[in-house]
């Protein structure tokens, strides 16, 4: 099936509830930068990244063995690059339904590097599902990373 061009999508006002990989946005969207396929997965870059180098991990089968697949694909992502150095630890994580910040219905893992002083908070993913929501908006709930204040 090919990639075709669809409506402009804007992180938390969009809603994308597929019933395939294939009719999933980021398979029909040629703008997202996929990174790199096998059978089951698909690696994109997140278009609206919380930093440098934060991907999606997409099985292409809603089954919990694909998932698990796609989770350990961004567990060993995180791992290879800790060890070239080119992150100093890494998040993994999904957001499932609505209330925990999905905007599409289509399981994907997001994998988020982090370096050391990329925030002023300590707790791991307490804090970096500040990165998804929409009322970190003062200074005290905000995450600094790397410059980049949300």
Not at 110 to 135: E, Q
């Amino acid at each position: 099936m090919p990639r075709k061009i669809v409506k402009k999508w804007e992180p938390h006002k969009s809603v994308d509830r597929p019933s395939s990989y294939e009719t999933s946005i980021w398979y029909r969207d040629k703008e997202n930068t996929l990174v790199r396929e096998t059978d089951n997965i698909a690696i994109y870059k997140d278009k609206y990244p919380a930093c440098d180098g934060h991907l999606l991990f997409i099985p292409k089968i809603d089954q919990p063995r694909f998932v698990g697949e796609a989770m350990a694909e961004a567990y060993y992502h995180g791992q290879t690059q800790m060890e070239q150095g080119k992150c100093d630890g890494f998040n993994v994580g999904m957001n499932i339904n609505e209330v925990a910040g999905q905007s599409v219905f289509w399981p994907h893992i997001h994998f988020i590097p982090r370096h050391k002083g990329d925030s002023t908070k300590i707790g791991g993913m307490r804090y970096a599902c500040l990165l998804y929501t929409s009322d970190a908006a003062d200074e005290e709930d905000s995450v600094d990373l790397g410059g980049r204040r949300i």
